[in-house]
């Protein structure tokens, strides 16, 4: 059994800062690729930031200069270091992992988290 639990999030005002980190438990060999995106209501939930294993990192647009994201291969854990942050940053950041494959040689495609609930508000 693998699972992604993310932390971090909360509450905020704007120009701020928050740091995630997800952690994926389980007996893991490899990740390919761990991330993150975001959701609000009634919208269709996005990409913010995607990382491979060997640590480089596509960015959304709309975070680009603001947010980054890094990887701790050893511990299976995933950073979202957020500063400057905008009232339109407010949303649900669920934490994703793609290609998980764990000690027994299965593999997970694709495994989600449950969210953090971060809000930027002043």
């Known amino acids: 059994q693998v699972r992604l639990v993310e932390s971090g999030g909360g509450l905020v005002q704007p120009g701020g800062s928050l740091r995630l980190s997800c952690a994926a438990s389980g007996s893991i060999r490899y990740i390919a690729t761990m991330g993150w995106y975001r959701q609000v209501p009634g919208k269709q939930r996005e990409l913010v930031a995607v990382?491979?294993?060997?640590?480089?990192?596509d960015y959304a647009d709309s975070v680009k200069g603001r947010f980054s994201s890094s990887r701790d291969n050893a511990k299976n854990t995933v950073y979202l270091q957020m500063n400057n942050l905008k009232t339109e940053d407010t949303a649900v950041y669920y934490c994703n992992a793609e290609s998980v494959v764990v000690s027994n040689g299965g593999r997970y495609p694709e495994l989600w988290g449950q969210g953090t609930q971060v809000t930027v508000s002043s």
């Open positions: 990382t491979a294993n060997g640590g480089t990192t």
